[in-house]
């Protein structure tokens, strides 16, 4: 060319970055500012600023805010806008702030940019009261001041300013927008309101894979997996688009209950569609298979993935932990530590629970002390828990209390309940009546301390103060949980509870386990009656 103006070299720049070389479009700035020949403006400094987007580019945004501001620019809105987007994209989120309030004028761009930077940030808080305050002036909210304002009430749980927000959405004209729509749904189910979810996703005109991800999610992560399912079921039906993240979040609802067999389903889908090559994919299928009883086609899968991240490998020794198999578990943290796989907190939480379960008390310890040591990861109440099991499993209740005791948190529900487990497992109700005091204080309205500490009672054939526990958990009003028993057959998982007649081959089921009950007894089979509770009728006691 032989004649080169600003506009030639924005374009040339804005090339560069658009194609992510940063780097080259720092070079033709500067070669740009040599030449003298062109002076920069507005829409230079807003290009390269909006190619400073991570972390490592913040030196980048700083040179070009001196920049701004030596050129006389600091009062230009756009200029600005893009400061402050660039400085949240780069994790700086104090100098967005504070090209924000030293701010002329603001334009609806300008504090959308700072709602979305603070919500991205995690500071949720902020991003709401930020955008409160918005509503008190002259700017008004767009479509994606209303996104993050609703990301921010996820964040929070904030059910009661997700609902007035959910108002002035469909007041504003944008409760169409399916953008809008997947945030609500995400935003509702997040606070528990599965309702609310429901009917604007039963209401929406249409629907896509984002929408009905979310909406799956949230059915899973509130406890309802049937009719997570069903909704998965309705996305293959309805012919919409099944991704690796909807794979991935209904492998994630799968638990012991959860149908095998559907799970195998879902492997074949992924077969099917080529997203075996996504690591999340694959660590769900592990989870799952382990989940459902099948440790086999676990390692199966973990052995055929390309690809392994410390998800992975936590997800197999998870397997291996959960199954009993603690050895194997520890052997597979050292084939992870020879990968240079760096390890992380739920690694060591695996570990623990593994070593719990085959008394490797000293190694349990030394996992501990290494988390802290060699990776600078802090222990969480869920570590201390396992560490209390583990030397209550090992009979060093004094031991466990003594940990508990020198704990740098305070103790919560999880480590008193380890405490009291361990209790119930070694019978012993001394202990066992201290851990029974602590936990009542922490959760009163759980049941699991009554119904342990009348295991203890029941073991050491005390049954007065087994009835007396059994009486205090009336009086207060907590109500046992039902156990149940479940098993797989052609696909379809049958489920029993106790004296349950309502299954339609109850009284064929009840026959054949006594018959095989006799069957036990006479190969030298003895119940362990340590744990079953008894219950006084008005003649003699009665075990059920």
């Given amino acids: 060319m032989p004649l080169r103006d600003t506009v030639s070299w924005n374009t040339l720049i804005s090339g560069c970055l658009t194609d992510g070389q940063l780097v080259g479009g720092l070079g033709l700035f500067r070669r740009m500012q040599e030449m003298g020949i062109c002076w920069i403006d507005k829409a230079t400094l807003t290009t390269i600023l909006s190619g400073c987007d991570r972390p490592q580019y913040c030196y980048v945004t700083e040179m070009m805010h001196g920049i701004v501001v030596r050129g006389g620019y600091d009062r230009e809105i756009p200029v600005g806008n893009a400061l402050i987007t660039s400085y949240f994209r780069c994790g700086s989120s104090d100098s967005g702030m504070r090209v924000f309030n030293r701010m002329y004028e603001r334009n609806v761009i300008t504090w959308t940019a700072v709602v979305t930077g603070l919500v991205q940030g995690e500071l949720y808080e902020d991003g709401l009261k930020l955008f409160v305050e918005m509503r008190r002036g002259a700017a008004e909210p767009n479509l994606f001041t209303y996104l993050s304002s609703i990301m921010a009430c996820s964040g929070l749980h904030a059910l009661r300013a997700g609902d007035q927000i959910h108002g002035l959405v469909w007041k504003s004209g944008f409760r169409s927008d399916m953008r809008i729509e997947s945030a609500l749904m995400d935003m509702y189910s997040k606070c528990g309101s599965l309702d609310d979810a429901w009917i604007i996703f039963e209401s929406a005109e249409l629907l896509d894979e984002v929408s009905t991800t979310v909406i799956l999610v949230g059915f899973a992560h509130n406890g309802l997996q049937e009719e997570a399912v069903q909704i998965f079921v309705k996305m293959l039906r309805a012919g919409i688009e099944v991704d690796s993240n ?190 029974f005091e602590q936990l009542v204080l922490a959760s009163p309205e759980n049941p699991v301390p009554y119904v342990l500490m009348a295991n203890i009672f029941s073991s050491e054939r005390n049954w007065r103060e087994r009835a007396s526990a059994m009486k205090r958990m009336k009086e207060v ?66 075990v059920e």
């Fill in 246 to 435: 909807v794979v991935s979040a209904v492998l994630g609802i799968f638990g012991v209950d959860t149908s095998l067999g559907l799970g195998k389903q879902i492997h074949s889908l992924v077969i099917k569609r080529s997203l075996g090559f996504e690591p999340f994919v694959g660590n769900g299928l592990i989870n799952m298979y382990s989940k459902c009883g099948d440790l086999q086609d676990s390692v199966k899968v973990f052995n055929r993935m390309p690809l392994k991240n410390s998800v992975s490998w936590n997800s197999i020794i998870a397997a291996f932990a959960r199954h009993g198999d603690g050895l194997t578990a520890l052997k597979l943290y050292e084939q992870m530590r020879f990968q240079d796989v760096k390890p992380t907190d739920v690694t060591f939480l695996s570990l623990l629970h593994a070593c719990s379960h085959v008394g490797l008390v000293e190694k349990g310890m030394e996992f501990l002390d290494s988390m802290r040591r060699d990776f600078g990861l802090v222990p969480r109440t869920e570590h201390y828990a396992c560490v209390v099991d583990m030397l209550g499993r090992a009979g060093l209740l004094g031991e466990a209390k003594r940990f508990i005791e020198g704990l740098p948190v305070k103790p919560d529900i999880l480590i008193w309940q380890a405490l009291l487990g361990a209790c119930s497992i070694r019978g012993d109700s001394r202990m066992g009546k201290f851990a």
């Fill in 477 to 542: 009003g907590v109500a046992k949980e039902t156990g149940i028993s479940w098993i797989e057959i052609e696909k379809k998982v049958h489920s029993f509870v106790v004296y349950d007649r309502m299954h339609p081959q109850s009284e064929t089921v009840i026959r054949v386990s006594r018959e095989l009950f006799l069957l036990m007894t006479d190969e030298g089979y003895v119940p362990d009656k340590r744990f079953i509770l008894y219950y006084l009728d008005q003649n003699a006691h009665r």
